[in-house]
């Protein structure tokens, strides 16, 4: 499982707190039922929950009331074949979810009232990965009852093409108040970080005094020392301008719509909309799989750019990046932004031709393997090494630090890689 707040026997971890502790028999129960009997019940309570009632446990705990409610809920997802598909006695809900929409709905309310919201989403995650379930967000009361992340978004995006008109509506409500959260989460920052960065990268030769940038200053002027009196006549001074309202800098973003690069695509297209509505920026989204959509006309908002995306399917990078090519009018002044796993299915050769001849202009090229919480997915080492042989070194990055990143970029300064990456 994918968590350490929720687990089965097949998983590798427990429910939170269990952490430590050497067996459900072992010597720091033994030794902390003879201090506390409450705490060592509480503890093998905690086992009891984590390895799931069977034979073998080796709890003899039983469950009643909220405990054996939740126990349920957890052996419905994580119980396996015979446990999913048979009543559990003791237990308030059965066993198994099966693919019926009213027992998802309740497996779905009692989860929001026994786990806190991040262990939801975990569970729903699950739940569609491992149970099938995906089709039953197709409708509507089910929509309605499931915790909305960028997961889920993602899976509904891949649905989107086979969702019904009754479905989509409530679909696109559920989109909304994802996008929107995150846009509160991330637009402050980002327009705070890029607007300094577009200013520091405005340079002037004759700034007021609080425009100075003394490192540059200093480092021009170095021929200018005078040593009798230990200081530097900075004959020629090197300041920030203040980005004005015309735009100063143009950054596209290529995004790859392939499955595995759900959550990557929803952020983008957050960014993307935040990006777009900073004067100073001129901003590019395009997506692509075998084929290039240029979806910059809808980046007002960004739930329409997301149901126009299609998750799935083959990958074209080169062919995404030749389009990119050719919409670049100031590649001094100009971002490209690849968010892919880069696992090409066109040219190689010419994917690294292009990228190598859009540098050679100009154009400062980054290329992020993900742009998601979770790190960097499985993606080809052999690109990603031949990118960085030609410096644009591939890695994954965070929303948080996207801003940072852009900055970076924008003033042509290194870039903030993560050591994990």
Same mark, same amino acid.
């Given at each position: 499982?994918?968590?350490?707040?929720?687990?089965?026997?097949?998983?590798?971890?427990?429910?939170?707190?269990? @952490?430590?502790?050497?067996?459900?028999?072992?010597?720091?129960?033994?030794?902390?039922?003879?201090?506390?009997?409450?705490?060592?019940?509480? =503890?093998?309570?905690?086992?009891?929950?984590?390895?799931?009632?069977?034979? @073998?446990?080796?709890?003899?705990?039983?469950?009643?009331?909220?405990?054996?409610?939740?126990?349920?809920?957890?052996?419905?997802?994580?119980?396996?074949?015979?446990?999913?598909?048979?009543?559990?006695?003791?237990?308030?809900?059965?066993?198994?979810?099966?693919?019926?929409? !009213?027992?998802?709905?309740?497996?779905?309310?009692?989860?929001?009232?026994?786990?806190?919201?991040?262990?939801?989403?975990?569970?729903?995650?699950?739940? *569609?990965?491992?149970?099938?379930?995906?089709?039953?967000?197709?409708?509507?009361?089910?929509?309605?009852?499931?915790?909305?992340?960028?997961?889920?978004?993602?899976?509904?995006?891949?649905?989107?093409?086979?969702?019904?008109?009754?479905?989509?509506?409530? @679909?696109?409500?559920?989109?909304?108040?994802?996008?929107?959260?995150?846009?509160?989460?991330?637009?402050?920052?980002?327009?705070?970080?890029?607007?300094?960065?577009?200013?520091?990268?405005?340079?002037?030769?004759?700034?007021?005094?609080?425009? *100075?940038?003394?490192?540059?200053?200093?480092?021009?002027?170095?021929?200018?020392?005078?040593?009798?009196?230990?200081?530097?006549?900075?004959? =020629?001074?090197?300041?920030?301008?203040?980005? $004005?309202?015309?735009?100063?800098?143009?950054?596209?973003?290529?995004?790859?719509?392939?499955?595995?690069?759900?959550? $990557?695509?929803?952020?983008?297209?957050?960014?993307?909309?935040?990006?777009?509505?900073?004067?100073?920026?001129?901003?590019?989204?395009?997506?692509?799989?075998?084929?290039?959509?240029?979806?910059?006309?809808?980046?007002?908002?960004?739930?329409?750019?997301?149901?126009?995306?299609?998750?799935?399917?083959?990958?074209?990078?080169?062919?995404?990046?030749?389009?990119?090519?050719?919409?670049?009018?100031?590649?001094?002044?100009?971002?490209?932004?690849?968010?892919?796993?880069?696992?090409?299915?066109? *040219?190689?050769?010419?994917?690294?031709?292009?990228?190598?001849?859009?540098?050679?202009?100009?154009?400062?090229?980054?290329?992020?393997?993900?742009? $998601?919480?979770?790190? +960097?997915?499985?993606?080809? =080492?052999?690109?990603?090494?031949?990118?960085? @042989?030609?410096? +644009? !070194?591939?890695?994954?990055?965070?929303?948080?630090?996207? !801003?940072?990143?852009?900055?970076?970029?924008?003033?042509? =300064?290194?870039?903030?890689?993560?050591?994990?990456?």
């Amino acid at each position: 499982m994918s968590t350490g707040a929720v687990s089965r026997p097949e998983g590798s971890t427990g429910l939170t707190g269990a @952490a430590g502790v050497t067996g459900p028999t072992g010597a720091a129960d033994a030794g902390e039922a003879a201090a506390d009997p409450s705490a060592a019940d509480e =503890r093998l309570r905690r086992w009891r929950l984590v390895l799931g009632g069977d034979a @073998a446990d080796g709890t003899g705990r039983a469950l009643s009331g909220r405990d054996a409610a939740m126990d349920g809920a957890l052996t419905a997802l994580y119980g396996n074949g015979e446990k999913r598909n048979k009543p559990q006695a003791g237990r308030e809900r059965s066993a198994g979810l099966g693919a019926s929409a !009213p027992s998802v709905a309740r497996w779905l309310g009692d989860i929001r009232t026994y786990f806190p919201s991040s262990v939801v989403q975990v569970m729903q995650r699950d739940a *569609i990965d491992r149970l099938g379930l995906a089709t039953l967000l197709l409708e509507p009361e089910m929509l309605e009852a499931v915790e909305a992340d960028v997961h889920l978004v993602g899976t509904l995006l891949s649905l989107n093409k086979a969702m019904p008109e009754t479905t989509k509506e409530t @679909a696109r409500a559920v989109v909304r108040k994802v996008v929107e959260d995150l846009e509160k989460r991330l637009a402050t920052r980002t327009r705070a970080t890029l607007t300094g960065a577009l200013d520091r990268s405005a340079r002037i030769s004759r700034p007021r005094h609080h425009d *100075i940038d003394w490192n540059r200053t200093i480092a021009a002027n170095l021929k200018n020392y005078l040593p009798e009196y230990g200081t530097v006549v900075p004959e =020629r001074l090197i300041g920030y301008g203040r980005a $004005s309202q015309s735009v100063k800098k143009e950054v596209v973003l290529c995004i790859d719509q392939s499955g595995s690069m759900a959550a $990557s695509v929803v952020y983008a297209s957050v960014f993307g909309a935040v990006l777009a509505s900073m004067r100073s920026i001129d901003t590019r989204l395009v997506v692509f799989d075998t084929a290039v959509v240029d979806l910059t006309d809808q980046l007002e908002d960004p739930v329409d750019v997301l149901f126009g995306t299609q998750l799935g399917g083959g990958t074209d990078i080169n062919r995404a990046l030749a389009y990119c090519q050719s919409q670049i009018s100031r590649p001094a002044e100009t971002v490209v932004v690849l968010i892919s796993d880069l696992y090409e299915g066109g *040219i190689r050769d010419e994917m690294l031709k292009r990228v190598a001849a859009m540098q050679a202009s100009g154009v400062r090229f980054v290329t992020l393997l993900a742009l $998601s919480d979770e790190g +960097a997915p499985a993606y080809d =080492r052999e690109h990603a090494a031949a990118l960085a @042989a030609l410096g +644009a !070194p591939a890695f994954a990055c965070t929303p948080d630090l996207f !801003p940072e990143v852009m900055a970076a970029a924008i003033e042509k =300064r290194p870039l903030p890689i993560p050591d994990a990456a």
